[in-house]
């Protein structure tokens, strides 16, 4: 399949023909025929299967052919993301394939001056990206009405949950036309997620693509059994002893990021860290300095994470392995991105096995684990069972059950206790 057998118009064709797409992925297969027939979508896909190109293809194709109101600009289309970042990335992207097209787009977020908005906007926009917080301010203060808005996207919206987004999320939805083309996506789909999207959506097409099926065939897999007090020294070692162009590393906390940044700067490592806890114009420097290969190691949380697409990423590193088994199928995603393969490699200490063993039920295989490191803690190379053993004993390990000390054994720990006390 080629983009050219999807109907797509001649001057969005030449832009992403100018990306070097020459072949649609999976949500992009999917998404766009029941988009270009202006029905509602609910989309189940992480970020970096390409879903961006996804909304943003058919909604430019609409606009174009719709053509222009006589006199000012009025907003059509928007679209609603959680993070900075990511609106960001969303807002170059419909530039890109819009570059042949007459429509004008503009971002809006929070954590920086609203002058520079304020007067994009006044300019007057087809399309507006936006993160929750800064729109509703911009609404209550009379600088955006949504009462022309015929295209809607909720972008990440699990994650817009996770942040505490529900209540700007409903009111911005309060404010919309109720005759629209809603296009509505999530990693996940909970049954939060669900009702959410029975509020925005009429009779909507599915589309969803699986995560194993997304990044975790395409991105080559290892895991270091490690001390968390060999962690900092095994993350120099690899960095060192590899030559690696751009590698993100995750870490479970802000706390955790900064200290990671200033123990590699200290080894003569340049690293910078992304987290909420950065003013706005610190976290696109960093970024900025990453995209440009200023900075090599970036580290960040994970909703920091969201909307980084930096072409050609060499590495992703789990230093803290996630609680939640789908947040690390997103995060090594960053390196496995549409038709790209990419590297991942995970540092699991004692207390993080029972996570590994989530992540290995969820992606349907086993990590690769590496033993001829440094660091290697000889007490767990032989810990983790196959995800067939997990398989086999996940009803016997429901209850924790005491060893002959008296005491819990890791090894036995339950998965769902450990998260909760995450």
């Not at 080894?267 to 992304?274: F, K, L, T, V, Y």
């Not at 190691?297 to 994470?305: K, Q």
Request: aromatic share 6%; with cysteine; net charge positive.
């Amino acid at each position: 399949m080629t983009f050219d057998k999807l109907d797509i118009i001649p001057p969005i064709l030449k832009a992403i023909g100018e990306k070097d797409y020459k072949h649609p992925t999976p949500i992009q297969e999917k998404s766009i025929p029941i988009l270009l027939r202006k029905k509602d979508l609910l989309g189940c896909a992480q970020t970096g299967t390409g879903k961006t190109a996804a909304f943003a293809i058919p909604i430019l194709q609409h606009l174009h052919e719709e053509g222009q109101y006589k006199g000012k600009r009025r907003i059509k289309a928007l679209v609603v993301t959680p993070t900075r970042e990511l609106a960001i990335q969303i807002k170059e992207s419909f530039t890109d394939y819009g570059k042949y097209t007459d429509i004008k787009n503009t971002v809006i977020f929070g954590g920086v001056k609203q002058g520079a908005q304020t007067q994009a906007l006044a300019k007057g926009i087809d399309v507006l990206v936006a993160t929750p917080g800064r729109l509703l301010d911009l609404m209550n203060q009379g600088f955006i009405s949504l009462r022309d808005i015929k295209y809607f996207v909720l972008d990440e919206a699990d994650q817009m949950l996770d942040m505490g987004f529900i209540h700007d999320i409903r009111r911005i939805i309060d404010r919309l036309p109720k005759r629209r083309q809603s296009l509505f996506f999530s990693a996940t789909m909970p049954s939060s997620i669900v009702s959410l999207s029975q509020k925005i959506l009429g009779n909507p097409e599915k589309v969803t693509i699986k995560p194993e099926q997304a990044t975790a065939e395409k991105v080559g897999q290892s895991v270091y059994f490690v001390s968390k007090r060999s962690k900092p020294k095994l993350l120099i070692h690899l960095l060192k002893a590899g030559e690696m162009d751009s590698t993100l590393v995750f870490s479970r906390t802000k706390h955790g990021a900064d200290k990671i940044t200033r123990i590699l700067n200290k080894a003569d490592i340049n690293a910078e860290a992304i987290h909420g806890n950065k003013s706005q114009n610190a976290r696109q420097k960093a970024l900025s300095n990453f995209k440009e290969g200023v900075t090599k190691v970036l580290v960040a949380t994970d909703i920091a994470a969201r909307g980084i697409d930096v072409a050609d990423l060499s590495l992703v590193v789990n230093f803290d392995l996630p609680n939640i088994p789908e947040t690390y199928v997103h995060r090594i995603g960053r390196t496995g991105r549409a038709s790209a393969s990419g590297v991942a490699v995970s540092f699991c200490d004692s207390e993080e096995l029972p996570y590994l063993k989530d992540i290995q039920l969820l992606i349907r295989q086993d990590v690769p684990v590496v033993t001829d490191h440094p660091f290697s803690i000889d007490e767990i190379n032989d810990a983790p069972p196959s995800r067939e053993q997990s398989l086999g004993r996940r009803s016997q390990n429901r209850s924790s059950r005491p060893n002959d000390s008296g005491k819990k054994d890791w090894r036995r720990g339950s998965p769902t206790s450990r998260r909760r006390r995450a």
